[in-house]
């Protein structure tokens, strides 16, 4: 998600367009991205940290949280 | 996210960049969008799905979830 300090223009457009189809109460939305990854027991912690740190977030401007998913056999 | 029989290049390019930060084990990565809304108790989940369905994802190639988060005072 992008930090609460930086601008999201996107996630404005949409608190504008709420008004549109009728929904009030929602005060700010913001948008960011999720990616959901297919993992084998040999990934570590440490290395999903990398993925999510180096990879898939821009730390300049974005946080990031894993979260664990189910397990499939 | 991207509904399962939807190609998503974004997140294969990812899966192709594992390996040059040196990460096995990671065998599928789909990349799609987060929202964080922040609604009043006037907002009914009825009205959550209309936003989310309408205005948030593009149903035709997306699947979305509705996830509840702390009451903030």
Redesign the interface.
């Known amino acids: 998600?992008p930090k609460e300090e930086i601008l999201d223009p996107q996630?404005q457009a949409?608190v504008r367009?709420?008004g549109r189809?009728g929904?009030?109460?929602?005060?700010?939305?913001?948008?960011?991205?999720?990616?959901?990854?297919?993992?084998?027991?040999?990934?570590t912690a440490e290395?999903l940290e990398?993925?999510a740190a180096?990879?898939?977030t821009n730390t300049v401007i974005e946080d990031y949280e894993i979260v664990g998913a189910e397990v499939k056999k």
Request: glycine content about 10%.
């Open positions: 998600m996630g949409v367009a709420l189809i929904v009030e109460g929602v005060s700010d939305v913001r948008q960011g991205k999720r990616f959901e990854l297919e993992v084998d027991d040999s990934v290395e990398k993925v180096t990879l898939l």
